[in-house]
Each structure stands twice: as C-alpha cells, then as structure tokens.
C-alpha cells in the first residue's frame, strides 16, 4: 500500500501535510515530491515512471493558479489521482474549476478547496477495496467517529 503526494511549490506544504496525516493514522505507506508541471516537467515524468515501477497505488497531487499538476499527472500515467486545489488566488476557486474540469476520458478526483486531508482519507477508501486489514481498520475509524460525535453532542448544545 503506497501512496505518491505531489504537489507543485514548497509553499503548498502546510496544505498536503494534511494527506500525510489521514494516511499515517491508517499505516499506509506514502512519499511526497515537490515537482511543478510547468517549470520541471521532465523530472516529474521520469518521477511518474519510477513510482509506476515501484507499485504506488494512488496518486494525490495539490495545485494552485493554473493547477496543471493533477491533470498532467493523470495523462501520463493510469494510477488514480486525486486533486488538491490549493488556495493561491480568487480563493481557490480558479484551482478548483481547473481540477475538476478535466476533459473526459482523463478524470482527476477531486477534493475540496485545501483539504488535503480527505483526499489521503479517499486514498484510504480506495486502497480499502484490495486491502481487507485496511477496510477493517476505515470501519472501525467510522464507527469510533459516529460514537464520538453522539458522545459530544448527543445531549444537545447552549446556544
């Protein structure tokens, strides 16, 4: 079970360090590159190659401005990506619209502005289907999270 994090700047790092935290809270192994589509392409193509080679089941990639890295990754190789767009300007949104509008035939998932974390919990969700340990351990990671929020709200609030 390993996971590829990808993301374009360094500045991104405090937004992806959310995928690293749901994937160690589920021992799925994961490494994260900083590799930008526009200024180093070829070095993130032969990076693509090289976790195809060593068996990395899912890809999660976070962008923001023009947010190419998902889809640019998810046209050179069939491992499942899954998009981060990341808050640099108009709020995100322009990241956003640039993820989730990949042409058809090249789908980027895609997760909610700078929430890096549920796509590391989708990562999760994904692996859990060939990974009988790993679905054993996001069901009872459900129905802890259930119990808790009864716990912490089941008698209800002051307002």
Avoid: C, W
Avoid at 70 to 88: E, K, L, Y
Wanted: aromatic content about 6%.
């Amino acid at each position: 079970m390993k996971v590829a994090i990808f993301f374009g700047s360094k500045s991104d790092t405090d937004v992806m360090k959310g995928a690293a935290k749901a994937l160690k809270e589920f021992g799925v192994d994961y490494k994260a590159f900083v590799l930008s589509a526009h200024r180093v392409p070829e070095k993130l193509e032969e990076t693509l190659k090289t976790i195809e080679n060593e068996n990395y089941e899912v890809i999660i990639a976070g962008a923001g401005l023009a947010a190419h890295l998902p889809g640019v990754i998810a046209s050179q190789t069939i491992i499942p990506v899954i998009g981060v767009p990341v808050n640099a300007a108009l709020n995100g949104l322009d990241a956003l619209y640039s993820i989730v509008q990949m042409p058809k035939s090249i789908p980027v998932a895609t997760v909610g502005i700078n929430n890096s974390y549920n796509a590391g919990m989708l990562a999760v969700e994904m692996l859990s289907i060939k990974y009988p340990e790993l679905k054993e351990k996001l069901v009872n990671f459900r129905i802890e999270m259930k119990q808790k929020f009864i716990q912490e709200n089941g008698e209800g609030v002051e307002l």
